[in-house]
């Protein structure tokens, strides 16, 4: 065997076998390359190799040398590509403090509806939505406009909201593909109070977390506490509902437990010191990064060691806030203090911020071998090393478009880099035969992995273009018997609750416990009805789509 050869067979053998391009974007990453080396996969590469090099010492013929040669390398590349292969997931998020206004007419520009690579899941943050006394009793009983114009927008493009919380004037919002929605499982939402002494929601932190093909993952948006001097109290918030936001799970029962966390919202930080006149004049001629070192939020970070932990994209936009409404111009109003006399026009400034926090590895003990090798094992199991997540940010910018509202809206995009931790649907969904409101209709479900099913779980219908699981055409309960894994369940349909006209549907098993539909089963047409037919009824149209 040649030297070179060798040479390079165990440079394979030491190869993490993963390659990254970096580029000029920002990119954070779950897992150090010296941990990644300790994975049991890669353990059992090298041994593939090792055999190999064994294989072409020992064997006397080269015919006989040149076929182990190959199935060893076959055997050893396939196991490498097992490891290698990432998916990527885009992820859209905004934050936008509303001010109270009504929604915009049209949300393309902000959503980028139309750009490639297609989004796969959105994450929308709005502060300040209208929260006064009867609008929030109104919207508590109907969807908030905000709301509706973006499940409308989305659910056109074949998004689905799988999540929402609110608190007062907070909204967070969760949009995903329908194909990614049975693996986004777990889901909890919890919030946070900060505004007067913590028991009044008009400031604080709501927060969505869930399992996405067994990462964990958490989005908490924000809104702290005004005005310049304000700096350490909203550091005091920051840390607080970082602190205080807990969960069910075992696996993460705090903020920080999660593998990502993306904290958003309108944090409030200012650009201190500088005057009006300087600031305009930096932020006219482009060079933001005059105004970096100011930036409350970049000198806060420097003393707490918590904020160290979060990262941010470089600010090469305008600042967000503050500006006239349907305007590009920066506040020229004369403020009123509430002894009724002239105030400061507020200086522009970064309140509108996106960062992220990769969860770290765990430091090996620093005592025998023995329990170095055991913690190195736990470690692995953990899923850090062996499913590490990668977060590359693609673009962090403001859309200067909008005007309804004294804040611009902050846009960041991120491809998530992960292997899948699980990919098999836990349940199969399938309908039974032809259906149509003529007949009583049969569906049957298939539990594919034990799960915390429950009799509370059910089957809805949905026609093409739904928004949210709660946005069914009837559904059905599972059966009051738990079915084992691979029994096959059947469950009837009344025909009075199938629809009259013809239309393209889909069935969604909903677990009540994870909170999310965890099976699909394919489109399906169903079929008009007799009294359809007799009455002259058509197809209704559901989000644009007339199925």
């Known amino acids: 065997m040649s030297v070179s050869m060798k040479m390079a067979i165990d440079a394979l053998c030491v190869s993490d076998g993963v390659g990254s391009g970096v580029g000029s974007r920002v990119r954070s990453d779950s897992t150090s390359s010296t941990a990644s ?37 076959d055997e050893a590349f396939q196991l490498c590509g ?3 292969p990432r998916d990527t997931f885009r992820l859209h998020m905004v934050t936008w403090n509303v001010a109270t206004a009504e929604p915009p007419g049209d949300v393309t520009s902000l959503l980028q509806l139309d750009a490639q690579p297609a989004t796969d899941l959105y994450v929308i943050g709005l502060q300040e939505v209208n929260a006064a006394p009867l609008r929030f009793l109104s919207d508590l009983l109907v969807e908030d ?45 919890t919030y946070t109070r900060t505004g007067i002494f913590g028991y009044w929601g008009n400031k604080g932190g709501v927060s969505v977390r869930f399992s996405l093909y067994g990462h964990m993952i958490c989005f908490v948006n924000c809104h702290l506490t005004a005005h310049m001097g304000y ?4 550091v005091d918030e920051f840390e607080y509902i970082l602190e205080t936001q807990d969960f069910d799970l075992d696996n993460t029962p705090t903020v920080r437990d999660h593998k990502v966390v993306f904290w958003f919202g309108d944090l409030n930080f200012r650009i201190a010191d500088h005057g009006m006149h300087f600031l305009r004049s930096s932020i006219n001629s482009g060079r933001f990064n005059l105004l ?45 203090t509430w002894l009724g006399f002239n105030g400061k026009k507020r200086k522009p400034a970064w309140t509108d911020r996106i960062l992220w926090r990769i969860k770290p ?41 909008y005007g309804v509202s004294d804040h611009k809206p902050v846009i960041g995009i991120f491809n ?9 649907a836990l349940v199969s969904v399938c309908p039974e035969g032809q259906w149509s409101a003529d007949q009583d209709a049969v569906l049957s479900y298939t539990i594919l992995e034990d799960f915390m099913s429950s009799t509370w779980d059910w089957v809805g219908l949905y026609k093409v273009g739904f928004k949210t699981a709660s946005d069914y055409a009837t559904f059905v309960w599972v059966k009051g018997e738990l079915a084992e894994v691979n029994e096959v369940m059947q469950v009837c349909v009344n025909k009075d609750d199938v629809p009259l006209v013809a239309g393209e549907y889909v069935l969604g098993y909903y677990s009540y416990n994870m909170q999310s539909i965890v099976g699909f089963s394919h489109n399906f047409q169903i079929v008009e009805s ?10 209704q149209d559901v989000n644009g789509l007339n199925k």
């Open 37 to 73: 080396q300790g994975s049991k996969g890669r353990l059992l590469l090298r041994q593939r190799l090792s055999q190999l090099l064994t294989c072409v010492e020992d064997l006397s013929s080269d015919d006989e040398a040149n076929e182990e040669l190959s199935r060893t390398l």
């Open 145 to 189: 406009s905000w709301s509706h114009l973006l499940m409308n927008t989305l659910a056109s493009r074949g998004y689905i909201k799988v999540s929402s919380v609110r608190l007062q004037g907070l909204l967070l919002l969760v949009f995903s593909k329908q194909v990614h929605v049975p693996f986004i499982r777990d889901i909890q939402t």
């Open 82 to 84: 097992g490891i290698s």
């Open 530 to 539: 007799k009294r359809a037919v007799m009455e002259g009824m058509v197809p």
């Open 231 to 234: 700096a350490l109290q909203r």
């Open 292 to 336: 970096w070192e100011r930036d409350q939020l970049l000198t806060m970070k420097k003393k707490e060691p918590f904020l160290q932990e979060f990262e941010e994209g470089p600010l090469k936009f305008k600042p967000t806030y503050k500006f006239n409404r349907n305007s590009d111009t920066y506040d020229t109003s004369t403020q009123k």
């Open 361 to 401: 590895n765990s430091p090996p003990p620093e005592d025998d071998e023995e329990e170095r090798a055991s913690t190195s094992t736990q470690h692995s199991d953990d899923g850090q090393e062996e499913y590490p997540i990668k977060v590359l940010q693609d673009t962090y910018t403001c859309d200067p478009s």
């Open 416 to 424: 998530l880099e992960m292997r899948k931790r699980c990919d098999s």
